[in-house]
Antibody
Framework: EVQLVQSGAEVKKPGESLKISCKGSGYSFSDYWIAWVRQMPGKGLEWMGIIFPGDSDTRYSPSFEGQVTISVDKSTDTVYLHWSSLRASDTALYYC???????????WGQGTPVTVSS | DIQMTQSPSSVSASVGDRVTITCRASQGFTAWLAWYQQKPGKAPKLLIYSTSNLQSGVPSRFSGRVSATDFTLTISGLQPEDFATYYCQHSSGFPSFTFGPGTRVDIK
């Protein structure tokens, strides 16, 4: 069974750094792109960026380029989403998702809530 | 960039009803459209991809089609577990993934 398991909820202050994780299992981790998707409170879904674990090829949505960094550790089948300096507007639920059939996402993590507040 | 709109933004329906949700592209034509279901506190679930292909394990009461730039998701015979928010998702090519604003289906 394909599973993406994300790290737990985070509460941070503005200006702090944060790295959340998404661990894949049940499939060949290196062969599938993994995306990050943001869902702000009460809002819809926004694609942030995507990484190919096989060679770390990473692409970002123009809306998120420079705001976050996506990375991978193939030794642990884990993808990361990193902020160097959080803002209150980063408060949201973040999902990782596996790319399927080139244009879609067939498996999703359970979501990581991030709260940024002074 | 192509923008996606969904209508209605919300719909109230009863068990057994037929519900249709429309997603429209702002320009051009694309075959790369999917539908997701999201229940409160849960991750989205892929229902349909490439306009009309049912994802494995998804009940056949869900169907998708396209007419010009209007993509539709139809739920034929709404079940209690179908009350949720539905999102369309488009791709104009890799890597580009755009979600519609969502349609909430709740109990009348």
């Amino acid at each position: 069974e394909v599973q993406l398991v994300q790290s737990g909820a985070e509460v941070k202050k503005p200006g702090e750094s944060l790295k959340i994780s998404c661990k894949g299992s049940g499939y060949s981790f290196s062969d599938y792109w993994i995306a990050w998707v943001r869902q702000m409170p009460g809002k819809g879904l926004e694609w942030m960026g995507i990484i190919f674990p096989g060679d770390s090829d990473t692409r970002y949505s123009p809306s998120f380029e420079g705001q976050v960094t996506i990375s991978v550790d193939k030794s642990t089948d884990t993808v990361y989403l990193h902020w160097s300096s959080l803002r209150a507007s980063d408060t949201a639920l973040y999902y990782c998702a596996r790319r399927f059939s080139r244009y879609y996402f067939d498996s999703w993590g359970q979501g990581t809530p991030v709260t940024v507040s002074s | 960039d192509i923008q996606m709109t969904q209508s209605p933004s919300s719909v109230s329906a009863s068990v057994g009803d037929r519900v249709t949700i429309t997603c429209r592209a702002s320009q051009g034509f694309t075959a790369w459209l999917a539908w997701y279901q999201q229940k409160p506190g849960k991750a989205p679930k892929l229902l349909i991809y490439s306009t009309s292909n049912l994802q494995s394990g998804v009940p056949s009461r869900f169907s998708g089609r396209v007419s010009a730039t209007d993509f539709t998701l139809t739920i034929s015979g709404l079940q209690p577990e179908d009350f949720a928010t539905y999102y369309c998702q488009h791709s104009s090519g890799f890597p580009s993934f755009t979600f519609g604003p969502g349609t909430r289906v709740d109990i009348k």
